[in-house]
């Protein structure tokens, strides 16, 4: 993910006087997508695309990559752009109407996705040049990441791009989130329910800007949560690496990392559970094959709690 700037590391170049901050996310509205038979994106504007956690118990050893073709499987999500824009014409006067009253601090400042959020929250660790689009219209001003105009780090390469082995690894999670979770309608056209993508809205504030977000979701923890309303349902994600472990036995996850599973949690409203919740979701990936692993008597020594982020 980029050569991480040892400077940014240190707290003490933080100004004491510093005092913005991230409030929200507050999720206000959602909209669901998937692929139909013929892989084209449908738009649905309700959460028909939600799903529901349905497993904690893995005990047998889950062959997730198996079966998966690198050359002809994708991974894709059904989650897009244009989608956001579509929710944004059809609710158009849900963002026109605070603008109206002339009240600076009901406008919204900026309107993106969590994915611009993250690369400027995380823009400091990062030595990576990256390029954001800005374009205004009324008030507001959209920012839209152009991936393919990101300049490589000059300073420090990066491991080379892997499709297969990043496809491979999109197959693997779709598996896991089969799984263990259940989708709240399962469609006629296309039984891959895994790739369907529920979509949230959501607003937050940095600073004295307000911003309106969205993001795809993976499920919510129970059944209970698919009837409570947006912004009250208790949203997780799973993420899933491959070496767990480091050749020392410490946690093979770099700091990094760590700062970007926080970033996605942040933005997206995900919020931190014990470890005895996810004693048996703790994945060990080995590309063909993830294991559950107990991790409870040494999470609980540390002191340390864990998150399905």
Not at 2 to 30: C, M
Request: aromatic share 12%; hydrophobic share 35%.
């Amino acid at each position: 993910m980029g050569r991480i700037r040892k400077d940014a590391l240190d707290l003490e170049f933080l100004p004491e006087t510093s005092k913005v901050k991230f409030k929200g996310p507050k999720r206000i509205s959602y909209y669901s997508t998937y692929f139909d038979e013929n892989y084209e994106v449908v738009y649905c504007s309700d959460k028909s695309s939600l799903k529901y956690l349905v497993s904690t118990e893995l005990d047998e050893p889950l062959g997730c990559a198996e079966g998966c073709n690198p050359e002809s499987d994708i991974s894709s999500l059904s989650s897009r752009w244009s989608d956001f824009m579509r929710w944004i014409g059809e609710n158009d006067e849900m963002i026109k109407g605070p603008t109206t009253k002339g009240d600076s601090k009901l406008q919204f400042n900026f309107i993106c996705t969590n994915k611009e959020l993250k690369y400027l929250m995380l823009s400091c660790y990062e030595a990576n040049d990256w390029v954001i689009h800005a374009f205004r219209t009324r008030r507001e001003i959209f920012l839209y990441l152009a991936e393919k105009n990101i300049i490589e780090d000059k300073i420090e390469s990066k491991p080379q791009y892997n499709p297969k082995r990043s496809n491979k690894m999109r197959y693997a999670r779709f598996n896991v989130l089969r799984k263990i979770t259940k989708a709240i309608e399962e469609r006629e056209t296309n039984s891959n329910t895994e790739r369907d993508m529920l979509n949230t809205v959501s607003l937050s504030q940095i600073g004295q800007h307000r911003i309106l977000h969205t993001g795809y979701t993976e499920f919510v923890m129970s059944k209970d949560d698919v009837d409570k309303p947006i912004d009250q349902a208790n949203f997780a994600a799973l993420k899933l690496m491959h070496n767990l472990y480091g050749k020392y036995g410490d946690f093979n996850i770099s700091f990094y990392r760590h700062m970007y599973w926080w970033a996605s949690a942040l933005v997206s409203g995900v919020k931190p559970l014990s470890v005895e919740i996810l004693i048996r979701i703790l994945l060990f990936v080995n590309w063909m094959c993830f294991q559950p692993v107990c991790l409870t008597e040494k999470l609980n020594m540390s002191g340390k709690n864990v998150s399905l982020l």
